[in-house]
């Protein structure tokens, strides 16, 4: 990318959430993160390890524990109040994970996909209803749907509502939590040619957080790979995808099931043994220590920062075989 | 696995006969399953997959008693555990067989989870009400299952409220929840989706230990072709409410008998690195359910459609051992037939392998 301009940027982003007797979640745990206008970051990593934690964060749906968020170099608040959502609606939105318990199930799909529209930009009503219809019809909805209930919805029909609400507004930014994930592929394909659509006509920016790797690899720029609160890896899609450097993202990338009964059949285990990482209790050293099937003495006392590679200077790993 | 001699007496452990599924709404009734019949044998995996909105939660829910009627209705069909019905109930013999005799894992972990509860004591409650077990042996048990299903922390963790879980680990809950009676069948509707693709792989291995130690069967809902590929034993290909395909997992990969089976191939990314083409989503969109057409319900969008395709509904045309495609052109009448005019057409399978040489990991595992 040339003359990338940095659109989101995190530094040192930090989010907690406390438990009973004083102990705390590290879910987001120091996490430096720059998305350049148009691109597209995908953001993968284990279950649990706060891929949505951080993107809630970063657009203001939780309040920061630590660190800061710019955008298009301005620093957003550590917490937000109702005014500042209002202000922001039009350009940060979030697809959320959930499609379930994210629709409010006493409204219709026309309310749900149109409230956003109806309070930030004033259109009238009739106008408003052929825009919820028009975005209707680029997730793949008929738009005679319209006034129905969320619980009328199969998982993936319900998902693309979500998506439909979030885009209607175009805004600049979009964290994309798992927007596919419910959705067959020939739908999952329609989804992702829109989002590369909007990406070239809008000029959308996307962090997309999906647990599909061919997929993130198919339409990110960059992939950035979480582990227990920090980032492991980030580089380029297809670089991290084919030659993984971090052991957890080799891992990862080994555990993607292939479409193919034979391959499968070859396939050993690929669990992952080792102690179960706890994301309360963070010691010193690396996070994947316990787990990494090459870790060292080094690895147990000092914990790996994010530096680029000598070679490939694009590229970032947090661990200590590379530096 | 012994190998089970075909003629038997034995009613199989699950068959579905029929089954068509209504829902009156608003604007009409929508046909949401329209004469689905399948069965499973113990220790199989039945795989259902199929375009978004064809019918797969709705029949699987349907066997649970899960739908609400009204505005759900049961327009036909029977459902027999061990030649036993469990249509329209939940009882055989006087015992409830949800939850004991089939667990059920949901595609929505937080609606079907009790926000009010903590995890641990949603785990513990069947165990309480179909084994009698104490509160406390109950909870220790439920302990146990989250350990099993991979939750780190797992006595701090059953304290918790479901909130306080992130997507992963509810699914991984609900898991623990659907296996705590170890049941004869467990339906799971997407339990993956949610997990990344390492503990995707552990809870796979944790489900086909079950199946293994118990000769659990296993109906498994999902939108994964990787999943499939690595779990099935026979596979059904729904669209619109019917079953278009069914056959064995290589007979659906490598001998795909139905264009809308083929049409999923071009629409998956593939994992060869030199690749870079485009996403090709099947044109068009689902019939209308309210109102399915009479002939094929693939017609309007299949590439190879004849004129009969829109007047009269295909039968499965048997087209190998256990394996059918409910498409015309298998009928003999057709010029060329199947063969013929599907040779070169892709199949399911994405021949490129990932060139995963260079991974040190991933040569000491093969
Ligand atoms: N409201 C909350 N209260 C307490 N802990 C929370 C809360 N929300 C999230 N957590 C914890 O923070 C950690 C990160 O959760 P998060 O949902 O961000 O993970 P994730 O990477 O999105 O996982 P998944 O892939 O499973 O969706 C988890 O340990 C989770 O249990
Ligand atoms: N309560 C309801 N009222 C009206 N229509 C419904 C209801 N529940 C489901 N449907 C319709 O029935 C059809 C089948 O839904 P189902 O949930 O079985 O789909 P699915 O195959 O599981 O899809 P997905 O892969 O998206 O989960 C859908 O078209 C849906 O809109
Ligand atoms: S720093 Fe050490 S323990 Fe951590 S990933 Fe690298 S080699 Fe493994
Ligand atoms: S019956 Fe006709 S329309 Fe239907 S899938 Fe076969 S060729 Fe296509
Ligand atoms: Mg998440
Ligand atoms: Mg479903």
């Not at chain 1, 993968?44 to 955008?71: A, M, N, Q, R």
């Not at chain 1, 394909?189 to 790797?213: P, R, W, Y």
């Not at chain 2, 293994?212 to 999943?227: F, Y």
């Not at chain 2, 056959?247 to 008998?257: H, M």
Request: charged fraction near 20%; charge should be negative; glycine fraction near 8%.
């Amino acid at each position: 990318m040339s003359k990338a301009i940095p659109l989101v940027v995190s530094d040192k982003l930090t989010k907690f959430f406390p438990l009973p007797r004083g102990k705390k979640v590290h879910a987001v745990d120091g996490v430096d993160l720059t998305i350049h206008e148009r691109e597209i970051v995908g953001l993968v990593g284990e279950s649990g390890s706060g891929k949505t934690t951080f993107g809630k964060t970063l657009i203001g749906l939780l309040p920061k524990t630590d660190g800061t968020v710019k955008y298009r170099g301005k620093a957003l608040p550590q917490k937000y109040g109702p005014a500042d959502f209002k202000r922001q609606a039009k350009t940060m939105q979030m697809i959320f994970q959930d499609p379930y318990s994210s629709l409010n199930p006493r409204m219709t799909v026309e309310e749900i996909v149109g409230e956003g529209l109806k309070l930030y930009s004033g259109q009238s009503s009739s106008d408003l209803r052929d825009t919820v219809a028009s975005w209707l019809s680029r997730v793949g909805l008929e738009p005679d749907y319209m006034s129905r209930y969320p619980h009328e919805f199969s998982g993936g029909q319900r998902q693309r509502i979500g998506i439909a609400r979030a885009l209607i507004l175009e805004p600049e930014f979009v964290v994309c939590d798992e927007p596919i994930s419910a959705l067959d592929v020939s739908v999952q394909a329609q989804v992702v040619n829109l989002l590369e659509e909007l990406k070239q006509s809008m000029g959308l920016t996307l962090l997309f957080i999906a647990h599909d790797l061919s997929m993130v690899r198919y339409i990110s720029d960059r992939m950035a790979v979480m582990y227990l609160g920090a980032l492991a890896e980030i580089g380029p899609a297809h670089d991290v995808f084919f030659s993984p450097k971090h052991p957890y993202t080799e891992i990862l990338i080994a555990s993607n099931p292939e479409p193919d009964p034979e391959l499968e059949r070859k396939r050993l285990s690929t669990t992952i043994t080792g102690e179960i990482p706890s994301p309360v209790d963070i010691g010193a050293g690396c996070r994947f220590a316990g787990r990494c099937p090459h870790s060292m003495d080094r690895c147990r006392v000092e914990t790996p920062l994010l530096k680029p590679l000598a070679d490939q200077p694009d590229r970032y790993v947090a661990c200590h075989l590379y530096n | 696995m012994t190998q089970n001699t075909s003629v038997t007496d034995e009613p199989p452990l699950l068959e579905v006969k029929d089954l068509k599924v209504e829902f009156d709404t608003y604007g009409g009734s929508v046909q949401a399953v329209r004469g689905v019949s399948f069965s499973v044998e113990e220790g199989k995996t039945l795989a259902i997959v199929g375009e978004s909105g064809c019918g797969k939660s709705v029949t699987v829910q349907t066997l649970m008693g899960l739908v609400p009627m009204p505005p759900g209705r049961l327009k036909s069909g029977t459902a027999t555990l061990r030649g036993r019905n469990i249509l329209g109930t939940s009882q055989i013999d006087g015992q409830d067989f949800r939850g004991s005799e089939i667990g059920m894992i949901f595609q929505d972990p937080m609606t079907s989870l009790n926000p009010t509860m903590t995890i641990g004591r949603q785990i513990a409650e069947p165990l309480e009400v179909h084994r009698g077990w104490s509160h406390k042996k109950a909870f220790s048990r439920a302990i146990e299952l989250l350990e099993m299903a991979r939750i780190p922390e797992a006595e701090q963790r059953a304290k918790q409220y479901p909130f306080e879980f992130s997507g992963g680990m509810l699914q991984r809950a609900m898991i623990a929840m659907a296996i705590a009676c170890e049941p004869a069948i467990l339906i799971a509707d997407e339990p993956t989706t949610a997990l990344d693709v390492t503990i995707q792989a552990q809870v796979l291995d944790l489900m086909g230990d079950l199946q293994q130690d118990h000769g659990t069967a296993i109906i498994l809902i999902t939108h994964d072709l990787g999943v499939v590929a690595r779990m099935a034993d026979e596979v059904a290909v729904m669209y619109a409410g019917q079953i278009v395909e069914r056959g064995s997992v290589d007979d659906i990969f490598y001998r795909s008998a139905h264009p809308y089976t083929v049409g999923l191939r071009a629409a998956m990314p593939s994992n060869d690195p030199s690749a870079r083409r485009s996403l090709i989503p099947i044109e068009g969109s689902p019939p209308d359910l309210f109102s399915p057409p009479t002939g094929c319900a693939y017609a309007a969008r299949c590439p190879y459609a004849m004129k009969i395709c829109s007047t009269s509904e295909p039968p499965p045309f048997v087209v190998g051992q256990d394996h059918f495609g409910k498409c015309w052109l298998h009928h003999e009448e057709v010029a060329g037939g199947w063969e013929k005019i599907l040779s070169g057409a892709p199949t399911l399978l994405t021949g490129a392998k990932m060139a995963r040489a260079s991974s040190p990991l991933a040569e000491n595992k093969s």
